[in-house]
């Protein structure tokens, strides 16, 4: 990726949160690497060079700034395709796929030969796969140091060092730094919460997101009140699932999300904080798609495509989506006949309310089609989710910001039962395509004034690439001229009743 110093240096004086993460910028004089919204004194010009990404400041024997935190700097959304591959493996190294695995397996993970990888990695980063590995290892391990009150050998074997042993040397090598001194001046935190920080670039559209949470929130599952959003989640570690909760809020004068996670999930901190930023989308550029979709983007700025802590939970929602005023409901019934109980002490200090996990994959295993009808579900929507099911836990199907975007969308559009605005709706918020845009979804149509989906896809030219977000502005003005949701009176008892989740 070519950097224009001019550029880069204007937007350095200004501090100018747009460009946080998108360079950094190395100073001759200190040895030391910041954002571009470091507040120290902004160095000379002829002391300054820039970097596109950390990894390629660090290779270049810059050490990270204490100040500025570069571990905390927003990632990079998907905007156009030829960068995709290279992002797509990015997300990969950055879940610690590197950790268990080597750089021909990533190459295939991603469908494209490790050669072709390896050039487009380069031109994007500025460095080698694993020379990012190795510096998004030591940004995380900086990151949980300063941000929990984990041990340090398990912040080491946390973050993909094999040993308390390696962590120390490579700390020692690369930065010049001990554990000691990097947690010198932290905060102490109660040993029973972690407490994170993830920094957004402004402007974040918080009380949209809430909106749109509170009204698919599952009860019993998550649980949404003025200002914060929390929820269950369950995520795979090395030595097995692991389970927790986490309440997010929103520190609108730091632009940033101030999260609170059970230390339940410290073994799997680095998979956390990547699936923290796919819900919350933290990786967008707001003031890019909001200029492009010009005046769709002025009615709510800083509006995201969220996500879900885990593609089958997309699907689900997505299914549901379609269910109409009955997919709340419908959502609720499914949970309440498929969610697992929480592992004792799991959900110790949640949120109170919280106290089951969103049913995956697993929990459908042996489940028939008349389970998913006692929902409240379509015979269509349980037919197509049956059928994603079993093809997830073939490894057939992958719901991943790295997983094959085209294949993908392929397979899901062929399972029986599936419509044509279901999968793009995955690939928005499962994929992370920005985009990916539904253009048969009916509401979508009627929001845009448009009479059928070649019509809406036509008038969503104007707003590529960023057609995912153009949906999300669409459901919103659909959600807002739409009648409070009522209960249908075909569905089921069970589904009538309550919505309180009774695992």
Known sequence: MELDPRQCFDALRARDRRFDGRFFVGVSSTGIYC??????????REHCRFFPSAAAADKAGFRPCLRCRPE?????????????????????IEQGFLDHADTQQLAARVGVSARHLRRLFRAEYGVSMLELAQTQRLLLAKQCLTQTSLPVSEVALACGFGSLRRFHAVLAQRWGLSAQQI??????????????????????????????ARAQAVPGVERVDGESYARTLRLAGPGGPCEGWLQARDDAARCCLRVRASAGLAPVMPLLLARLRRMFDLGASPATVDECLGELGRGRPGLRVPGAPDGFETLVRALMRREGEAGPLALAGFARRF????????LDGAVPGLRALFPGAEELA?????????????AASARA????????????LELQPWAALESTVQVLEALPGMDAATPQWVAMQALGWPDAFPAQDPALQRAAGCADAPSLLARAQAWRPWRAYAAMHLEGRAAATTPSQARPRSLPAEARGTQEIHP
């Not at 954002?35 to 000379?44: H, Y």
């Not at 957004?200 to 559209?205: D, F, H, N, Q, V």
């Not at 042996?366 to 379509?378: E, K, V």
């Open 385 to 396: 989710l049956l059928s994603a099911a079993a093809c997830l836990r073939e490894g057939r």
């Open 366 to 378: 042996g489940a028939d089609q008349a389970a998913l009808l006692s929902c409240g579900m379509s």
């Open 72 to 92: 905390l700097a927003p990632g990079w959304g998907l905007p156009d395709l030829p960068a995709r591959l290279a992002q797509a493996a990015a997300l990969l």
């Open 183 to 212: 947690r010198r001046g932290a905060p102490a935190h109660a040993p029973a919460v972690l407490d994170l920080v993830l920094p957004y670039r402004p402007p974040l559209a918080w009380s949209a997101w809430l909106q749109q």
């Open 35 to 44: 954002r571009p919204i470091c507040a120290v004194r902004t160095p000379r």
């Open 339 to 346: 969610a697992p109980t929480a592992q004792a002490g799991a």
